[in-house]
Structures are given as structure tokens and as C-alpha cells.
């Protein structure tokens, strides 16, 4: 084998005229057969390395190869030269360099919301430091509040229900509901982290974990799930919708929503969405019952027909 004729033999004799189209075949490194007592130091090694390689190199072999494995000598084969190998082995040239891996972003929490009233009024709410979950604004979630429950007909709290948050994000929403006096609230939040980190942790502070269910999926998927299996989750007296502005469908998600299960009877449905969209007079059997301007926020509320009488007064 070549190998064998290199170890043996530092000056070669001629040769036949070799074939200097490049081996398509690559062949495992292996190590060459040196015997460690006979190997040559100094000016002698980089000798012999560079002979080697041209001796390869007429046979259209790879030099590399045949030497990844070997146990260099550092004064022969350094860090360097081992770098500037593996960069033309990936075609990058003297010129590549390695993308340096992208750290894994660390998310935090602050306590920046609180519960507005009810049984845990003013107790803190964590939220993420991010931008990637954005809570309703205590403003909004107290008007919507307050026109839901005067709508309902208990202007001093809300009246016993269940609530579904969907898109629940912090909960704040959801945790708002228990607080004035829903019975359970269902969150719909599709982030394992901000679970875990965020709206577990806010259920468990406020007292409501046990009285609350998390599903861990899309809210579209949610809305299918329930109007294929009818009957598997209840209808609910209140739905909150509170999506990410850019990711979602407004009139795809209400259309989902008009046809749903899950819609009750007499329910109340709250929708916050960005200026210059276009929503429907209705959502369903249900109409709108009023819908407010919050700076670059809106809020769109859809109640029962028999809340029609108060409408004007609530718009105002």
C-alpha cells in the first residue's frame, strides 16, 4: 500500500507517470505506518509531512485523508494548520470562519399588572419582559369590565359564569373574571413557557389553580377540536379574545366563533383588535353591544339581543 512505501522508504524512487485526475473515491483516514521510535523531529518531520503529501497528492489522493487521525506533532501540525484543514474541507477557504452558535435567550418576568377588583383586588401578576406576549392594558380590561357586567345587569360585580380566555397569555383577563365572581375560568395559551412560568404561577398566587383549566394548544385548533366533538367542552357565558395583533385572522377566528359550541346562549364575547380593522355588526346571535377607542387599541363587545335596550346608553 502507499502508506507502507512512505514509512519505509524518506526517498522515492521514480515512479510511473501517475493519473492526476482527482479520485472521486474517499477513502477513510487512516494513520500512517510510522513507527514512533523511528519518527523524525524538527526540519526532518516537516520534511517528511510535506513529502507525503506530494506523494499523495500524484496519486490523486487527498493527504487529508490519511492524516486526520494520525497523533500530530504539535511542533508539525498545530491548532492552526488543523483549522485552515477543516475550512477547506468545507469549501469556506482561508477566508471562512465558524458562525458562533446563537445563545439561547433568556426570558424574565416583572410584576407589572394587577387584579383591578373583586376577592384578589390589587394582588401583583407577573408578565413577560418580552414582546412576545402582550397583555391587555388595565384600562381596557376595566372597560370591558365594567360594560359587561352593567350589560348583564350587576353593575357591582359579575354575574357567576364560565369564562374562556383565549390567546390567555398572563391570564390577567381570566383572573380578573374569577376575581369578580366567574365560578371557573378555561385559558387557552399555546407558549409552554409563559405556562409554566407566568400563568401557572399568577393562578396559584391569586387562589384560582383548582379553579381553572389550561389548554396547551393553538386557539384555532381549540375552536375545531370543540366544533368537531360536540358536547366534550361546555358552552360558556363569557370568551375573551385577546390575540396577537399581526398573527391572526379577525374574521377567520370570528367566524370560528359564531359557529361554535362554546358560544352560550346569553354569552358576552370581548374582542380587542388594532385600528383600521374591519368587524362584524354580529357574531352570530350575538350583536355588538358596544365598541370603544383606546389609542391604537379597540374593544369589541357582543352581547345577547336582549341587552340591545341598553346599547345606546353604553356606547356613550
Not at 139 to 146: E, N, Q, T
Not at 190 to 213: Q, R
Not at 254 to 261: F, G, K, T, W
Not at 296 to 308: A, D, F, H, V
Request: charged share 30%.
Amino acid at each position: 500500500m502507499a502508506s507502507s512505501t512512505v514509512a519505509s522508504a524518506p526517498f522515492l524512487p521514480s515512479l510511473p507517470s501517475p493519473n492526476h485526475r482527482r479520485l472521486s473515491l474517499r477513502y477513510p483516514a487512516r494513520r500512517l505506518g510510522v513507527a514512533a521510535s523511528a519518527a523524525p523531529k524538527g526540519a526532518a518531520a516537516s520534511e517528511a509531512a510535506r513529502e507525503r503529501r506530494r506523494f499523495l497528492e500524484r496519486y490523486g489522493l487527498n493527504p487529508d485523508d490519511f492524516e486526520e487521525d494520525a497523533d500530530p506533532d504539535p511542533r508539525v501540525c498545530s491548532e492552526e494548520r488543523r483549522r485552515e484543514r477543516r475550512m477547506r474541507r468545507s469549501g469556506g477557504g482561508e477566508e471562512a470562519a465558524v458562525a458562533p452558535a446563537r445563545p439561547v435567550e433568556r426570558r424574565e418576568t416583572h410584576k407589572m399588572l394587577q387584579v383591578l377588583a373583586g376577592k384578589v383586588r390589587r394582588r401583583k401578576l407577573l408578565s413577560p419582559k418580552d414582546r412576545n406576549v402582550r397583555p391587555m392594558m388595565e384600562v381596557v380590561r376595566g372597560a370591558a369590565f365594567d360594560i359587561i357586567q352593567s350589560a348583564g345587569g350587576s353593575p357591582a360585580s359579575l354575574k357567576p359564569g364560565l369564562w374562556l380566555d383565549l390567546y390567555s397569555g398572563t391570564g390577567s383577563v381570566g383572573i380578573e373574571a374569577m376575581s369578580r365572581g366567574c365560578s371557573q375560568a378555561h385559558f387557552v395559551e399555546l407558549d409552554p413557557w409563559v405556562i409554566s412560568e407566568v400563568l401557572k404561577p399568577n393562578l396559584d398566587c391569586t387562589g384560582f389553580l383548582d379553579t381553572s383549566h389550561i389548554h396547551m394548544l393553538r386557539v384555532e385548533n381549540f375552536l375545531d377540536n370543540a366544533e368537531k366533538s360536540k358536547g366534550r367542552y361546555p358552552s360558556f357565558d363569557y370568551i375573551s379574545v385577546t390575540p396577537p395583533y399581526v398573527e391572526v385572522n379577525y374574521s377567520t377566528l370570528l367566524d370560528q366563533l359564531a359557529r361554535s359550541p362554546l358560544v352560550g346562549e346569553d354569552c358576552f364575547i370581548l374582542v380587542e383588535y388594532p385600528l383600521k380593522t374591519d368587524m362584524p355588526e354580529s357574531c352570530g346571535k350575538l350583536i355588538k353591544i358596544a365598541d370603544r377607542k383606546f389609542g391604537r387599541t379597540n374593544l369589541l363587545i357582543y352581547g345577547p339581543t336582549w341587552s340591545e335596550k341598553k346599547k345606546g346608553r353604553i356606547l356613550r
